[in-house]
C-alpha cells in the first residue's frame, strides 16, 4: 500500500518538477555546452595549426604536365584540373611546365629529373609506368568516366578508315595495309592497338605495310581522308569529341570493329586501360599530395571526365610486358641476367665441364690429326720409296735392253754389210746388162732404182749404227724440212701399204735446218708409226695429221696429232719421258720411243706430249730453224 501511495506522487514530481531541480539541469547544460565549445575551439586551432604551413609558405607548387595526343594540355578537362589546383592551393602559386610526350619518352635522363623539379605530375599511365620503375612518382588519381553506377577507364584506340572502304571491317584485315598513328609511345591511339593484334597474331613486326607517325590526331584524320592512309589509329572519344563540336561529321568516318559502348559510351576498337594519371613526386611533402588529392576528388566532372582514387595498373604492365616497351624494352635481357644471377654456381660448373669436355675433344682430334698426317706422310714416303724402286728396276731393264740391242745392232751391221754391198754390185750388173731394156721398160727401171734406193737406206742405216757403236758423230749438214717430211711419209707408205693416210700441210715453203737427214726421218717415222697405229684401235679408224708451222724465223713447229683410245696417266708418263722398253704401238720392242728422244735431244729439238679431250695424243716438236726460213703464207695454217 506504501508503494501504491508513492507511485501517483513520483508521476507528479516529474511533470511538475521543482524550481531547484530546473535550476540544476540548467547548470548542467551550460556546462557541457561549454566544455563542447571549447572543444571545438582546440579543433579549429589545431587545424589552423596543420594547415599554416600549407597556405602560409611562400613557396610555388610544380606541376609538371606530359603532353600527348590523348593528354594535352590545351583540352578544356587539364585546364581545368589546373585552375582547381591554383584556388585550392591558394596562397600559394602554381607553376605549370608542359613537356612534350615523345621528347619525354625517349629521353631518360629528362624523366629522372621530373621527380626532382616537380610536385605533382599529370601524365599518360604508360609514362608514370616507365618512372614508377625507376622510382620517384606516386600516383593519386586516375581520369575516369562514369558509366552508370561504375566508372570506366578512357585508355584505348579507335580503328577508323573511309566510310567508304567495304574491305576493311575486322582489325584482322588491316594485315598489309598502311595506317596513321599520332605517336610509336602513345597508349591511347597505338599501343593498345599493338597488344590487342599482338593477341591475335604474335608476330607485329610486319602486320602493317606502313606505319605513318604523323604527330596529332588531326593529322591522323586527314591521313584517312585524302586516302594516304589505309587507316588511322586515334585515341579512344576523340571522335564523339569531334562530332559533339562538329569539326568532323561522323557518317564522314567509320570504326572497325567497335566494341559494344558499355562501360563507356564511346565507340572503341581495342580494351580499356587507365589513361591520365596525377602522382606525386618525391620531393612533395605528404600534405600537399593529401590536400592535392581532395582537391582532385571533389572536383566535379568536365565533358564527362572526372578524377577518381587510382586504379590498379596491372592491365598497363602486361601491355608493357607483352609489347617490350617502357620499363620492359629489354625484358628477355632481364631474364637472362636474373637467371645467371641465380644459378650462377651451377651454370658456371656446367660451363667449366663443358669446357673441360671441349678442351679433350680438341685436344683427341688435334692428336688424331696429328698421327693421320704421320701416317699419310709414312705412306707418301713408302710409295714414293717403291715407285722410285720401280722406275730404277724399269731403268736397269731398259740398259739391258738397250746394251743387248746395241750389241745385236752392232752385230747385225758388221753382218749386213758384206749382204748389202753385194746387192749394190748386181744392181750394177743388171743396169749395165740391161741398160737397153731397162730404158725401153719404164717399170723394170723403177723397181732396180727402188731396190737400189732402199738398199741405199738400209746401208745408211747400217753406217749409223756402226758409228753409233764406235761412237763417232756423223757431219750434219743443211736439209729442208719440207723434203725431210715428204720422205718420211713416202717411206712410211712404201713400209706399211695398208696404214692410215697422212694429211701433210705446211705453211712455209721454205725450212733449213741443220741436222742428220736419216736421223730426221727416223724420228718423225717413229712418232708417224705410233700415231697410226693408235687411230688403227678405233672401230673408224681416222686419218693422221702431220703439220708444218713456222711460227717464228728461229723456230718451226712439227705437230703430229691423232685419234685413238684415251690414254692412262701412267702410259702418257711413259711416253713423255721416253722410257725405254715401253711399247707404245703393238708389236714393238719399245725402243721406238726411245730413239725419239735419243735423236731429239741430239738435234736441239723439245718434244711436247699433250693429251686430246676426246682420245689421242698431240706431238709437237719444236726445231730449231736456220736463217732465211720463208714462209709461204698461201698455204693453209693447219687448225688443230
Known sequence: MASSNNMPLARTELRAPSRSCRSQRIARLASVALGLGMAALCAQAASAADAAPLHTSGTPVRVGI???????????????????????????????????????????????????????????????LQDEALGGFTRLV????????????????????????????????????SIAAPSPDALSGWLSLLGEIKVRHRHIDDFF???????????????????????????????????????????????????????????????????????SSAAADEHLAKEATRILLEMPPEEENEWIVSRN???????????????????????????????????????????????????????LRKRSRELEQTERAKARAEKAGRDMRERLAALQTRGMVSHLSSMLAHELKQPLAAIFNRCDVVK???NDALNDDDESAEAVLGIEGSAARIASIVERVRGYARKEEAPRTQCELN????????????????????????????????????????????????????????????????????????????????????VPDEAFRRIAEGTPGFASATGGLGMGLSIVHLIADRHAIELRFRRRRTGGLVVEARVPVVANAKKNDELPHPDN
Not at 581520369?143 to 584505348?156: I, L
Not at 559502348?261 to 602522382?279: G, H, K, N
Not at 644471377?341 to 651451377?346: A, C, G
Not at 684401235?537 to 705437230?559: G, K, Q, R
Request: aromatic letters at 4%; glycine letters at 6%.
Open 66 to 128: 606530359v603532353s600527348t595526343s590523348a593528354n594535352s594540355a590545351e583540352s578544356s578537362f587539364i585546364r581545368e584540373t589546373l585552375e582547381r589546383l591554383r584556388s585550392g592551393f591558394a596562397p600559394r602559386t602554381l607553376t605549370v611546365d608542359v613537356l612534350d610526350g615523345a621528347a619525354a619518352a625517349s629521353d631518360m635522363k629528362a624523366r629522372d629529373s621530373l621527380a626532382q623539379s616537380h610536385d605533382l605530375l599529370i601524365a599518360p599511365s604508360e609514362f608514370l
Open 142 to 177: 586516375t581520369k575516369a568516366r562514369r558509366a552508370g553506377e561504375r566508372y570506366a577507364d578512357t585508355g584505348g584506340t579507335t580503328v577508323v578508315v573511309r566510310a567508304d572502304r567495304r574491305d576493311i571491317r575486322s582489325l584482322d584485315e588491316l594485315s598489309g595495309k
Open 209 to 279: 605495310a606502313r606505319t605513318d607517325f604523323v604527330g596529332g590526331s588531326g593529322a591522323v584524320i586527314e591521313a584517312v581522308l585524302s586516302g594516304r592512309a589505309d587507316a588511322g589509329a586515334l585515341p579512344v572519344c576523340l571522335l564523339e569529341e569531334l562530332a559533339r563540336t562538329k569539326r568532323l561529321p561522323l557518317e564522314a568516318l567509320r570504326v572497325v570493329e567497335p566494341r559494344p559502348q558499355t562501360p563507356l559510351a564511346c565507340l572503341r576498337s581495342t580494351a580499356l586501360y587507365p589513361e591520365t594519371v596525377i602522382a
Open 313 to 367: 595498373h596491372a592491365d598497363v604492365v602486361h601491355l608493357a610486358q607483352s609489347l617490350e616497351f617502357g620499363p620492359y624494352k629489354d625484358l628477355r635481357r632481364s631474364r637472362l641476367y636474373t637467371v645467371l644471377r641465380e644459378h650462377l654456381p651451377v651454370i658456371a660448373a656446367i660451363g667449366l665441364f663443358v669446357l673441360l669436355l671441349l678442351t679433350n675433344e680438341w685436344r683427341l682430334h688435334a692428336l
Open 432 to 434: 749395165l746388162r740391161l
Open 483 to 566: 723434203a725431210v717430211l715428204r720422205a718420211t711419209i713416202d717411206t712410211y707408205l712404201v713400209e706399211t701399204p695398208n696404214g692410215m693416210p697422212i694429211d701433210f700441210s705446211s705453211n712455209a715453203a721454205s725450212v733449213p735446218v741443220n741436222g742428220i737427214e736419216i736421223e730426221l726421218e727416223l724420228l718423225f717415222l717413229n712418232l708417224i708409226r705410233n700415231a697410226s697405229s693408235a687411230a688403227a684401235m678405233l672401230e673408224s679408224p681416222s686419218i693422221v695429221n702431220l703439220d708444218l708451222i713456222l711460227t717464228d724465223p728461229d723456230c718451226a713447229v712439227v705437230m703430229i696429232s691423232n685419234d685413238g683410245p684415251k
